[in-house]
């Protein structure tokens, strides 16, 4: 074979390396879950939404087939009860809520959230899912587009005054949890992400939601509850991306940095750490700095329009 036949094969070979590798990050790389028209709504529900205490919401409120609403919330954005937008609002979650369901999953998310860290991705919960104390850090690595779904075949549950925390370009806005059945916030619980429970949604006393409670078919049960809606530059209709509108990051905090690949690290005994998952973890080729979080908390401001 003479050089010239050698230098095309060569060539030809790292081409086609090339384009297996952007292939393979394409399929990893998750999309926005398209909200369509419910994501305009804090809170969206099934049968009825209660409240209790000076509760404050700054997208809308919407309902349907039901018609009941108590408790009068402070709602900033339109309320919809049984109307067709709020029939619209619920089938786009249908559509959403089944989208988000059927995405390949990337790993588990095992049984407890707590002190854990995910990259990007899809992680799945083979039952319920628990953050039983402290905090879970979804870390974007960077890029402010970076996508987190979590499939949860049944209940969602969080402790009380637990958070989700949100590190290096992570945007609320693109956080989504899929609840088989329900979902329930703890006393204090700072929460980011839209929820898409099949069932109910109860967020109890003074738990804060950076993002969206939707539930299909039941009841939306809120306390003192302050929900600020959080859109990306490009989601004006439900879909994620981009840099949030408003509702800014606030530091507060710092988490070992992860490789590009996924985390490793150690794990309690008896337990198997799930892809793009770590606990307390640092990496075989020495540490980065740490990256300082970036933790959605409410913006009480007039401009947040959801």
């Known amino acids: 074979m003479n050089r010239g036949v050698q230098r095309i094969s060569i060539a030809l070979a790292a081409l086609s390396m090339s384009t297996l590798l952007f292939a393979s990050s394409a399929l990893a790389a998750a999309a926005p879950v398209g909200l369509g028209t419910a994501a305009s709504f804090s809170v969206l529900a099934g049968s009825t ?44 979650l249908t559509t959403a809520y089944n989208d988000a369901a059927a995405r390949p999953s990337n790993g588990s998310a095992g049984t407890d959230l707590a002190g854990q860290v995910f990259l990007p991705g899809v992680r799945t919960a083979s039952s319920s899912l628990l953050l039983s104390s402290g905090s879970v850090t979804l870390d974007a690595q960077g890029n402010p587009n970076a996508v987190f779904i979590f499939q949860i075949a049944t209940t969602l549950i969080t402790g009380s005054n637990t958070s989700v925390e949100l590190i290096d370009g992570a945007q609320a806005c693109n956080v989504f949890w899929q609840v088989g059945s329900s979902a329930t916030l703890g006393t204090g619980t700072s929460f980011v992400g839209t929820i898409m429970a099949s069932a109910t949604i109860t967020a109890n006393t003074a738990a804060t939601v950076h993002g969206r409670l939707l539930a299909s078919t039941g009841a939306v049960n809120l306390d003192t509850n302050t929900i600020t809606t959080s859109n990306c530059a490009s989601s004006e209709t439900g879909i994620g991306g981009g840099t949030e509108t408003s509702g800014a990051e606030t530091s507060g905090g710092s988490s070992t940095a992860t490789n590009g690949v996924g985390a490793t690290g150690t794990t309690k005994p008896g337990t198997t750490a799930a892809p793009g998952a770590k606990q307390g973890a640092t990496h075989g080729h020495g540490h980065k700095k740490a990256k300082p979080k970036s933790h959605a908390r409410p913006a009480l401001h007039g401009g947040f329009t959801g």
């Open 49 to 92: 939404v209660t409240n209790t205490g000076p509760t404050t919401m700054f997208g809308g409120l919407g309902l349907s087939p039901g018609s009941s609403v108590t408790g009068a919330p402070h709602v900033l954005g339109a309320t919809h009860v049984d109307d067709a937008v709020a029939i619209g609002a619920k089938n786009a």
